[in-house]
T-cell receptor, first 110, second 114 residues
Framework: DAKTTQPNSMESNEEEPVHLPCNHSTISGTDYIHWYRQLPSQGPEYVIHGLTSNVNNRMASLAIAEDRKSSTLILHRATLRDAAVYYCILSGGSNYKLTFGKGTLLTVNP | NAGVMQNPRHLVRRRGQEARLRCSPMKGHSHVYWYRQLPEEGLKFMVYLQKENIIDESGMPKERFSAEFPKEGPSILRIQQVVRGDSAAYFC????????????FGQGTRLTVV
């Protein structure tokens, strides 16, 4: 499975934007970049995914580097409810499994 | 449209008993995945099923664990003769196709073996 590298933790203030980076230098042409998050004591929650172009949805934006070797999840205005572990995962083609790494623990300060 | 439903939410079993965990995927989803999360650890893939077929069980222990996804009814993860080390949160996810789409997770079943 192609691997991703994320910082262990990040901190943000409420109502400020948050940029969560992810490196995936061994990404293959068929891999989609997925982001999930897990709030305490809950199941993972889908955030966003993309292939080559930047993506926006009601939760977040995904900025994908031109060479696709890195991406950034953007939360435009962090709230306390966004405090969670964020996982960047590659999946696509014959690689259908979501392989969760350690993710980034996001702390949001009031 | 209800999300992925898992039951029970909490399950306590004595060592040596059987545990049955149920997962009802979202309506229209034929792909089901089971994951296990040990305390203070990450989620580990266990098994991937597509209606009546096990596609990939590479993450599932060879003994005592089995999974099924019958034509009618929920997917079942079965753990026979449970041991303390089986205590974990078990999450089920479903999707409408295999890889290039979002997966929806249930709230999990927290198994405690006493």
């Amino acid at each position: 499975d192609a691997k991703t590298t994320q910082p262990n933790s990040m901190e943000s203030n409420e109502e400020e934007p948050v940029h969560l980076p992810c490196n995936h230098s061994t990404i293959s042409g068929t891999d989609y970049i997925h982001w999930y998050r897990q709030l305490p004591s809950q199941g993972p929650e889908y955030v966003i995914h993309g292939l080559t172009s930047n993506v926006n949805n009601r939760m977040a934006s995904l900025a994908i580097a031109e060479d696709r070797k890195s991406s950034t999840l953007i939360l435009h205005r962090a709230t306390l409810r966004d405090a969670a572990v964020y996982y960047c995962i590659l999946s696509g083609g014959s690689n259908y499994k979501l392989t969760f790494g350690k993710g980034t623990l996001l702390t949001v300060n009031p | 449209n209800a999300g992925v439903m898992q039951n029970p939410r909490h399950l306590v079993r004595r060592r040596g008993q059987e545990a049955r965990l149920r997962c009802s995927p979202m309506k229209g989803h034929s792909h089901v995945y089971w994951y296990r999360q040990l305390p203070e650890e990450g989620l580990k893939f266990m098994v991937y099923l597509q209606k009546e077929n096990i596609i990939d069980e590479s993450g599932m222990p060879k003994e005592r664990f089995s999974a099924e996804f019958p034509k009618e009814g929920p997917s079942i993860l079965r753990i026979q003769q449970v041991v303390r080390g089986d205590s974990a949160a078990y999450f089920c996810a479903s999707s409408s196709r295999a890889s290039d789409t979002e997966a929806f997770f249930g709230q999990g079943t927290r198994l405690t073996v006493v």
